[in-house]
């Protein structure tokens, strides 16, 4: 399978925590996505960051990108209840519009 | 921003049954576009990319005369599952590419097509 692997595959934190979310791949990439989605819904877009970028910040979120080691990370800080939800990675190949999607984790926030 | 329609949201069918699934990008054009299905509680899965005036192209797996996919405008793609059973009963979403001025490496999602067959 070309999914990646996200993990963890759920993670309960409460209201005010930092949550942290890993996707691992492996074959090279042009850039890698994460994507948010509610239950049973479409998919919003929260950051793109390139292959040649190591870090890149949309107000709560935090992402790394460590291409040696063909890892990513999502990090929301000061998290809400309103952001439970699942959590996407998403590759995109090198020489292709296609996106990979990885397995997901599941957030649950605890007001 | 862009905008990406799905059409319906949901559909409850008979088995054997034929359901078409349309994806429309309202304010801005696509070339490519893009169908995944997604079972219950797992990921996206990508089943083909539709392209503009010509054949789409099936990811591994995916029969193509099973789901078949027409992208006659560039701002319309259709998926129809043909001969629909139960075990096509999934969440299916679309996504699209833009093309000229907002080309970029963003795909703009669907709201998804929940399909039930009976």
């Known amino acids: 399978s070309q999914q990646g692997e996200e993990d963890p595959q759920a993670l309960s934190i409460q209201e005010g925590e930092n949550a942290t979310m890993n996707c691992s791949y492996k074959?090279?990439?042009?850039?890698l996505q994460w994507y948010r989605q509610n239950s049973g819904r479409g998919l919003v877009h929260l950051i793109l960051?390139?292959?040649?970028?190591r870090e890149k910040h949309s107000g709560r979120l935090r992402v790394t990108l460590d291409t040696s080691k063909k890892s990513s990370s999502l990090l929301i800080t000061a998290s809400r209840a309103a952001d439970t939800a699942s959590y996407f990675c998403?590759?995109?190949?090198?020489?292709?519009?296609?996106?990979?999607f990885g397995s997901g984790t599941r957030l649950l926030v605890r007001p | 921003g862009a905008v990406v329609s799905q059409h319906p949201s949901w559909v409850i069918c008979k088995s054997g049954t034929s359901v078409k699934i349309e994806c429309r990008s309202l304010?801005?054009?696509?070339?490519?576009m893009f169908w995944y299905r997604q079972f219950p509680k797992q990921s996206l899965m990508l089943m083909a990319t539709?392209?503009?005036?010509?054949?789409?192209?099936?990811e591994q797996g995916v029969e193509k005369d099973k789901f078949l996919i027409n992208h006659a405008s560039l701002t319309l793609s259709t998926l129809t599952v043909t001969s629909a059973h139960p075990e096509d009963s999934s969440f299916y979403i679309c996504?699209?590419?833009?093309?000229?001025?907002?080309?970029?490496?963003?795909?703009?999602f669907g709201p998804g097509t929940r399909l039930l067959v009976l």
């Open positions: 996504s699209a590419e833009a093309s000229g001025a907002l080309s970029g490496e963003t795909q703009y």
């Open positions: 304010d801005f054009q696509a070339t490519t």
């Open positions: 998403a590759r995109r190949l090198d020489s292709s519009y296609k996106l990979i």
């Open positions: 074959t090279s990439i042009n850039n």
């Open positions: 539709s392209n503009e005036g010509s054949k789409a192209t099936y």
């Open positions: 960051i390139r292959s040649n970028e």
